[in-house]
């Protein structure tokens, strides 16, 4: 029985993929600039603004089927992500979540894309780009809101609170909107990328490594893989619930900065 | 390649940025954004404007339709109405104008055969004073022949004659009476 799972005879032993899987080299000798995924972003620029070019193009009244895609997903982040979180000012907002939602759903769509099959998101920089972006915008309008003064000090004391409290929470509040929002924002996005990848490698790549083995191995590939396609459904949910929090949470806290007290 | 990744201490920190993805992110995602802020965007909302004024003048204009609508029935109706009461008039005007012709025609023909009695009762009454005056004077010669013969004495004086003549039929008169 032992024999049966035994791997080749060469010795060769099943690499796990790890981080650095994520590393790919660049495309053109040495030039940073023309790796996979720096490709995959600029890729997805041009998809979703041609997407949406297209479909908005004609803007009418009765639209077309691809008119009605194009503004189900700008209406849905329109509606349902600034409309109803952010409140009366919301327009203001809507483009940039509306860009925030398409290009991270798509990057992170990549990683099940036949041929691309890699989430441009698990690269960690650019999820640290869009943390920072959204970071500079809530700051940003919270201070022209209510000028910096009041918007600091209604970070610093949250008003309602007795005064002792303020020992323990002000350091906390701080933490929280200079700090760990920024820092979850960005991370919980690229990890839900890189241990989503991670996964379809170790299922794929196993699954791969199984067959080449002996008999009683060969069996059980079948069942890595099938695992590693019903991962890949698993994986596409993931990829859009994530590009829905990241607009979601920005959302929130655009509108958090745009109310009078925190 | 494959020797270095047993070794954990050349793995790489994921958690590391890299300077050319930051910029290439941060340049992307720029680009995307005013693209779709200057062209996308006011164009899905250009359409939603048009749409929502589309479809509230469609209900303004339903709504104008549907009081029109009313007020041509209100209007009918008043019609019909006054109508209905026009022809109840009518019909009463007729009625009662009716009852006047008959009338009238009844008092007409009444007089009519009030005149046509009365004339007949002239003309009887005349045609009677006739044959009174003829029967009288024939009676008178007839009695007067059959006496003249009875007796035998002739009568031929005319006064004395139609003297008893008169007396006859006076005391006729007067007996029949």
Redesign the interface.
């Known amino acids: 029985m032992r024999s049966l799972f035994r791997l080749s005879g060469e010795g060769e032993g099943f ?1 796990p993929p ?3 899987d ?2 790919l080299p660049p495309v053109f000798g040495d030039n ?2 023309t ?1 996979k ?2 490709f995959l ?2 890729l ?2 041009i998809l ?2 041609v997407f ?2 297209l479909s ?2 004609k ?3 009765v ?1 077309s089927k691809l ?1 009605f895609a ?2 189900s997903i ?2 849905f982040v ?1 509606n349902d992500l600034g409309r109803d979180i952010i409140g009366h000012e919301f327009m203001r907002f ?3 979540l ?2 925030l939602f ?2 991270v759903l798509t990057n992170n769509i990549f990683g099940i894309v036949p041929f691309l099959q890699f989430p441009t998101m ?5 999820p ?3 943390a920072v ?1 959204t970071f500079v915008v809530f700051h940003y309008v919270g201070i022209r809101k209510q000028g910096i003064v009041k918007y600091l000090k209604d970070i610093m004391f949250m008003p309602g609170v007795p005064k002792p409290v303020y020992v323990l929470l002000t350091p906390i509040e701080l933490a929280t909107f200079f700090l760990v929002r920024p820092l979850t924002l960005s ?1 919980r996005l ?1 990890a839900n990328m ?1 241990a989503g990848h991670l996964l379809l490698l170790v299922f794929i790549l196993g699954g791969e490594h199984l067959f080449q083995g002996v008999l009683g191995l060969k069996l059980i590939s079948p069942f890595a893989f099938a695992f590693g396609i019903g991962l890949t459904f698993f994986e596409f949910m993931v990829q859009c619930l994530q590009a829905y929090i990241f607009t979601l949470l920005t959302a929130l806290y655009i509108a958090g900065a745009l109310a009078d007290e925190h | 390649m ?1 020797n270095s ?1 047993y070794a954990a201490a ?13 910029i ?3 340049v ?2 720029s ?3 005013i ?3 200057s ?3 006011p ?2 909302e ?3 404007t ?2 929502t004024a ?1 479809i509230q003048g469609g209900m303004e204009r339903a709504e104008k339709a549907q009081l029109e609508a009313q007020r041509a029935l209100a209007q009918y109706n008043d019609q019909l109405s006054t109508a209905r009461e026009e022809a109840q008039k009518m019909r009463e005007d007729a009625r009662v104008q009716g009852t006047a012709i008959v009338e009238e025609l009844r008092v007409k023909a009444q007089e009519e055969a009030a005149r046509i009695t009365a004339a007949a009762h002239a003309s009887i009454e005349s045609e009677r004073q006739q044959a009174v005056t003829s029967l009288r004077s024939e009676v008178g010669a007839l009695a007067v022949e059959l006496a003249s013969k009875i007796v035998g004495e002739a009568l031929d004086d005319q006064a004395r004659q139609s003297r008893i003549v008169d007396r006859f039929l006076d005391d006729l008169e007067k007996s029949a009476k």
Not at chain 1, 122 to 126: C, G, L
Not at chain 2, 16 to 22: D, S
């Open positions: 690499v790890s981080s650095n994520f590393e940073a600039f790796t995924p720096i972003v600029f997805s620029v979703v603004s949406f070019l908005s193009r803007a009418a009244v639209p008119q194009g503004e700008y209406s329109r809507v483009p940039y509306f860009t398409t290009f698990s690269r960690v920089s650019f640290y780009v869009l972006f991370l690229f890189f | 494959e990744l050349e793995k790489v920190n994921p958690l590391v940025p890299h300077t050319a993805e930051l290439v992110g941060a992307a995602f680009l995307l954004f693209v779709l802020r062209r996308v965007v164009m899905f250009k359409a939603f048009e749409r589309a």
